[in-house]
């Protein structure tokens, strides 16, 4: 590369930089926290308005086209689709985000936080959005912004992009969607954020994710009954379902359904992971439990390599009140994360098959949402370079995950669409997102912009796997 273009280069990347220092990205993310884009409810018109007042003019100052269609299920939540042609014998990238945002909880935040209202403190940017996903995006469109001005007016690549509205409760429709205007998505590599990194100060790219399948189990008999005119001779519902859950997961978390354990983590994958610390130095870490999981295998493995299943929620007569009564029903809300080669399919019958063989047959079995697993093949010129471009931008060698513990939609874009995936994150582990106290890092969003900035930079140049293909 010659003196000339790398100089350019860290002009894109400077403007990135004084896009964050001047409060510019800053303002935008107050602005953008402040419209209430909760996806629980699809009719939500605060989704369709953070996509035509926050990303279309963003997008449009690129230079693209911009549309907003109804989802794939034709229940509400818009998606946003975006498109810039320079030239055809450019490479092609899509890059992706999510607008929508978990409930406030509003009054369960810190004192004197608001979930709506961006608060700095320190280090630290709090509001509803802030990591997951506004402020990932964000940092993306600014990055992206930065290469247009760096290079006179073109980002010397062609530009997809698809904002949507619906991926915090499973985005609905979205294959669908993919699939109706794949004309309009499909790209030589799909780049996109979400997640965090594996650790606070380490620049990361992880390649897929770990997919999900909810599952809910329910014991039940003929109404409550007196405890002591009929306790003993009664079957409890309570105790019925907590015994089934324990021939599932034992004391010590390990999964003894084997048809929804894992094949043997591949040694590509024990490879990656060899040197990837999970759960250290960072800020608002819970304590890692290490004799809980798996045994023989690393915190890395577990997270990322292997399946788990966890109750998430579980009832029985009325907790909060409790009466002296054999209660009518019990139920126990689960989720299966699992890895790319798991029967994810079949995880209904398996665990139907289970319970009937421990003696569970009044337990029914119910299946909710299914996300499948996905993993770029790590071997991808792709991933070497996006892991060079990282490395250049920051002279760290960038942390390499086969796939995120947890699930994001990227079976939309590996199988539907058919691309490599590469993810940048730009939250952290403790960022709280999906709790009270989210919050992104001042810090990682100034590393964010001129991470990207690199990449997008880098991707008008030649030697992209595109231009080499």
């Given at each position: 590369?010659?003196?000339?273009?790398?100089?350019?280069?860290?002009?894109?990347?400077?403007?990135?930089?004084?896009?964050?220092?001047?409060?510019?990205?800053?303002?935008?993310?107050?602005?953008?926290?402040?419209?209430?884009?909760?996806?629980?409810?699809?009719?939500?018109?605060?989704?369709?308005?953070?996509?035509?007042?926050?990303?279309?003019?963003?997008?449009?100052?690129?230079?693209?086209?911009?549309?907003?269609?109804?989802?794939?299920?034709?229940?509400?939540?818009?998606?946003?689709?975006?498109?810039?042609?320079?030239?055809?014998?450019?490479?092609?990238?899509?890059?992706?985000?999510?607008?929508?945002?978990?409930?406030?909880?509003?009054?369960?935040?810190?004192?004197?936080?608001?979930?709506?209202?961006?608060?700095?403190?320190?280090?630290?940017?709090?509001?509803?959005?802030?990591?997951?996903?506004?402020?990932?995006?964000?940092?993306?469109?600014?990055?992206?912004?930065?290469?247009?001005?760096?290079?006179?007016?073109?980002?010397?690549?062609?530009?997809?992009?698809?904002?949507?509205?619906?991926?915090?409760?499973?985005?609905?429709g979205l294959r669908e969607l993919a699939a109706a205007h794949r004309d309009e998505l499909t790209a030589d590599v799909l780049i996109a954020s979400d997640g965090p990194r594996a650790a606070t100060d380490a620049p990361t790219v992880f390649l897929g994710s770990r997919g999900v399948v909810m599952l809910t189990l329910t014991a039940e008999r003929d109404g409550s009954h007196h405890s002591g005119n009929w306790g003993g001779l009664l079957r409890n519902p309570a105790t019925e379902l907590v015994n089934a859950l324990a021939t599932l997961v034992d004391g010590r978390g390990r999964l003894l359904v084997d048809a929804l354990r894992p094949p043997p983590v591949p040694d590509a994958v024990r490879e990656l992971l060899a040197d990837v610390t999970v759960g250290e130095g960072g800020p608002d870490n819970p304590q890692v439990d290490d004799a809980w999981g798996e045994p023989g295998l690393s915190r890395a493995e577990r997270l990322l390599a292997w399946n788990t299943l966890e109750v998430?929620?579980?009832?029985?007569?009325?907790?909060?009140?409790?009466?002296?009564?054999?209660?009518?029903?019990?139920?126990?809300?689960?989720?299966?994360?699992?890895?790319?080669?798991?029967?994810?399919?079949?995880?209904?019958?398996?665990?139907?098959a289970h319970l009937d063989a421990h003696g569970f047959e009044r337990v029914r079995v119910d299946v909710g949402g299914q996300v499948p697993a996905t993993r770029t093949d790590p071997t991808s010129p792709w991933v070497t370079w996006v892991r060079e471009s990282l490395r250049r931008t920051t002279s760290r060698q960038p942390v390499l995950l086969p796939n995120l513990g947890g699930t994001l939609p990227n079976d939309v874009f590996a199988d539907v669409l058919g691309m490599p995936t590469l993810w940048v994150p730009h939250s952290h582990p403790g960022c709280r997102q999906h709790a009270p106290d989210e919050h992104l890092l001042a810090g990682i969003a100034r590393e964010a912009v001129q991470l990207m900035a690199g990449v997008f930079w880098d991707l008008g140049e030649p030697g992209t796997p595109a231009r080499t293909r």
């Open positions: 590369m010659t003196s000339e273009s790398a100089t350019t280069r860290q002009h894109a990347i400077d403007l990135a930089t004084e896009h964050v220092d001047s409060g510019a990205f800053l303002a935008d993310l107050t602005r953008r926290v402040a419209v209430r884009t909760d996806s629980t409810d699809p009719d939500n018109p605060a989704l369709g308005e953070y996509l035509c007042t926050e990303i279309a003019p963003a997008v449009e100052a690129l230079g693209a086209t911009t549309r907003i269609v109804p989802a794939g299920d034709g229940g509400g939540h818009p998606a946003l689709l975006a498109s810039l042609e320079e030239d055809p014998a450019l490479p092609t990238v899509l890059v992706y985000g999510h607008a929508d945002v978990q409930p406030g909880l509003e009054g369960r935040w810190s004192e004197g936080l608001d979930p709506w209202l961006l608060e700095v403190r320190g280090d630290r940017w709090y509001g509803r959005g802030t990591a997951d996903n506004k402020g990932q995006h964000g940092a993306n469109l600014a990055a992206l912004a930065a290469v247009r001005q760096a290079r006179g007016g073109r980002l010397g690549f062609n530009l997809r992009l698809l904002v949507e509205t619906a991926e915090e409760v499973g985005s609905p998430l929620a579980m009832t029985a007569g009325t907790p909060e009140s409790p009466v002296g009564a054999v209660p009518a029903s019990a139920v126990a809300h689960l989720q299966l994360r699992f890895v790319v080669g798991t029967d994810w399919r079949s995880a209904a019958d398996a665990l139907r």
